[in-house]
């Protein structure tokens, strides 16, 4: 069996028992076997591995965890972004104009867009990212995105429910017997979640409750686009339905908060509903921040995620999404780099990643700067000096 020893770390983040929240351990190590965690502890006493990794006094961290991202499409929309920052407002309407050009791609035209955006996310530290489909909407489009998204990730969300196609404007129930029939049959052998983007303009909480009962029965998990652009009722319809995630969470009443409260455990028991912020899409829409203070203040699970589309947040920069809510959405750095590690992982139901204790995938991040504080202190500047996937260094 070959192992693997990251020595020298100078502050390990466990997000396991440690010093604070976020389980720090310094003048650490951490011995790799088989893509998988098998020794955490002092660096003076490490046990012997077949290769070392010197991180020469640097900080070490989880990988990110990004749990919201839309990879499958062609085409960018450069333009749109330049006219809204010259004054108009986004209302979800440019969601088609992807629609089109991804309708219009080969297959190799949209896994070299996965493959390049999912690169980009692994060199700034990403070692997990969810990706959905939700810019095809024709069963065949949506089978074909899903299919290409697997290629990448085991975390897949069906999103057919992400706008109603320009064919079906006028017949909105006609599309979501559609999502719910033959589209929700083919996607469904290669997806893991399924997610309704709720708001107004999209779908109302009758047609998002119908979709998602439907993906539930058929053996998905729930995931929502909720409360973006306006209040509404997709927090409460995901927490009503057990979704493991309720997403962007821009707009929320006091009962959107205890609603999230009332879920949220401690023991990782697997009913909590995380909040997933999404901050890429409030600074590329110039919108106000959701308030993660209030949220956490409310003992609310929050995660961090990119939102990574081609519209309303093109970037898969973690790190970056890390800066923004430690600069506008009241957290502290330790919240900001939990919630990108192991809220991240928590919005994914998921206990093997996000966190570096035995047993944990061998996910993990050598930064340039001693501290995990400079992800949001030295905004901007490429900090991930290695990834370590699985145990291996990319
Ligand atoms: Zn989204």
């Known amino acids: ?69 839309h990879l499958v499409f062609a085409g960018d929309r450069a333009a749109e972004f330049a006219a809204r920052m010259a004054g108009e407002r986004y209302t979800g309407g440019g969601i088609r104009t992807t629609v089109g050009a991804t309708r219009a791609a080969s297959d190799d035209e949209l896994r070299a867009t996965v493959r390049r955006l999912r690169g980009e996310a692994l060199r700034q530290g990403t070692t997990t990212m969810e990706i959905k489909s939700g810019y095809g909407l024709t069963v065949a489009d949506e089978a074909r995105s899903l299919r290409i998204a697997a290629e990448t990730s085991t975390e897949t969300t069906f999103l057919g429910a992400h706008v109603v196609p320009a064919e079906y404007a006028d017949r909105p129930d006609d599309y979501v017997g559609l999502v719910c029939g033959p589209m929700l049959a083919a996607a469904a052998p290669h997806a893991k979640w399924i ?30 686009h909720a409360n973006q652009l306006g209040p509404g009722p997709g927090v409460q ?38 909040a997933t912020l999404l901050p890429g899409a ?64 928590r919005a994914l139901r998921r206990d093997d990643i996000g966190v570096l204790t035995p047993g944990a995938r061998a996910d993990l ?29 990319q």
């Open 1 to 69: 069996m070959s192992s693997l020893l990251v020595d020298t770390i100078g502050e390990l983040v466990t997000n396991g028992t440690g010093e604070g929240p976020l389980g720090i351990r310094r003048k650490a190590a951490v011995l790799i076997e088989e893509g998988r965690v098998a020794w955490v502890g002092p660096a003076a006493y490490a046990p012997a591995a077949d290769r070392r990794v010197d991180a020469g006094g640097a900080a070490v961290l989880p990988g990110f965890v990004d749990s919201h991202a």
């Open 195 to 224: 997610d309704v983007f709720c708001e107004r303009g999209a779908f109302d909480v009758d047609h998002a409750r119908a979709i998602l009962a439907c993906g539930q029965a058929a053996g998905l998990g729930v995931r929502v």
């Open 237 to 274: 319809l995901g927490v009503e339905l057990g979704a493991a995630s309720v997403d962007h969470c821009t707009h929320l009443s006091d009962a959107d908060m205890a609603a999230l409260a009332g879920t949220a455990r401690d023991d990782g028991s697997g009913t909590t509903t995380v």
């Open 282 to 345: 409030e600074f590329s829409t110039r919108s106000p921040y959701p308030d993660a203070r209030r949220l956490l203040d409310a003992g609310v699970t929050v995660a961090l995620a990119t939102d990574c589309n081609p519209g309303t947040s093109y970037t898969s920069s973690m790190p970056f999404c890390v800066a923004l809510a430690v600069r506008e959405m009241g957290m502290t750095p330790a919240e900001a780099v939990w919630a990108a590690t192991a809220g991240g992982a």
């Open 365 to 393: 991040v050598v930064l340039d700067a001693p501290s995990y504080l400079h992800l949001a202190y030295r905004p901007g500047v490429p900090l991930i000096r290695q990834v370590l996937l699985n145990g291996v260094p």
